[in-house]
């Protein structure tokens, strides 16, 4: 499906699951080398910025949270910026994470900005990463609740909420990979196309995002950290349990074998046959079990 509009004498186009004929449509009207056209069928698995003869190809991957399943899940923009025109391409629902209408509309309406293709381009790339930042502050505030259930004796369920979010910061991160080199390459080739303007706003973009990777990073440390001490006090509390157990098998051990021993079908077995036999090898199995106990407190062992 394409959408096209036409303001101050800038074009934007944008595709959404491009076919064939879509592609062939624009390659025709913009003129864009075979390569593009070629690479625009289909998802990209390596984002990257490459410079061509009359226009810039970009690849960008970004997060994108599926409510239903509170994953994040990878979703590729690819913009070709020529000098008065620019064209987006997505491959699935992009208004779930960009709403490039919009976008046009407000740098269309402005009467104090004129929009121009590097200013679209800013806006769309500035627009996703607010809405990172706040998918990032979500993760944020579920660390508070991380500490409470950990410290709470939640360990066994922690386990899967903890390796749940791991996944989604690690999928953040692999996102955001090629952002840094992509920003400086989009802002050199910017800086003679579109004028200094452009390149203050690319500079100001890039800082948006080291200051999300920062968040990143700490966000990714902030959970492993939490991870290895919910695992020591689960290993904790395993290794307690263990220890109850085998104690429990050591005292349990001398005294099955007593009752073996007296039941056993032999003729001259002591105690048995003697008046209160029953009641005197109750009494000698609690004595066992009594000096088992004290021997474990001596050895500290309980």
Do not use: C
């Not at 046959?273 to 000096?291: A, K, N």
Request: avoid cysteine; charged fraction near 20%; hydrophobic fraction near 40%.
């Amino acid at each position: 499906m394409i959408i096209r509009n036409t303001t101050y004498k800038i074009t934007w186009v944008n595709i959404v699951n491009p076919t064939e004929e879509d592609i062939n449509q624009i390659s025709e009207e913009f003129l864009l080398p075979r390569e593009i056209s070629h690479d625009i069928v289909t998802p990209t698995l390596k984002p990257g910025a490459k410079v061509y003869e009359n226009a810039m190809y970009i690849v960008q991957h970004f997060p994108n949270i599926l409510k239903e399943k509170n994953k994040v899940r990878r979703q590729e923009v690819d913009f070709i910026l020529g000098d008065h025109w620019i064209i987006s391409i997505s491959y699935s629902d992009i208004n779930s994470i960009l709403d490039l209408n919009k976008i046009y509309q407000l740098l269309s309406s402005d009467g104090h900005h004129t929009i121009t293709v590097g200013g679209f381009y800013v806006e769309a790339i500035k627009t996703i990463y607010k809405k990172s930042e706040s998918k990032l502050d979500d993760l944020d505030v579920s660390l508070d609740t991380v500490e409470k259930n950990i410290y709470n004796g939640h360990e066994r369920k922690m386990v899967t909420i903890l390796s749940q979010k791991m996944r989604d910061i690690i999928n953040f991160e692999h996102t955001f990979t090629m952002h840094d080199t992509i920003l400086l390459d989009v802002a050199s080739y910017g800086k003679t196309v579109y004028g200094p303007t452009f390149v203050r706003n690319m500079n100001n973009l890039h800082t948006s995002y080291l200051e999300i990777m920062s968040r990143v990073r700490f966000l990714k440390d902030a959970f492993r950290e939490f991870q290895n001490t919910n695992d020591s006090l689960l290993n904790h509390k395993t290794a307690d349990a263990m220890k109850t157990l085998t104690m429990m098998s050591f005292v349990i051990f001398p005294l099955s074998l007593v009752a073996s021993i007296f039941g056993m079908n032999a003729k001259n077995i002591p105690i048995i046959g003697y008046e209160h036999d029953f009641e005197i090898i109750i009494v000698l199995m609690l004595l066992m079990s009594v000096g088992f106990f004290v021997f474990f407190k001596y050895k500290k062992w309980l």
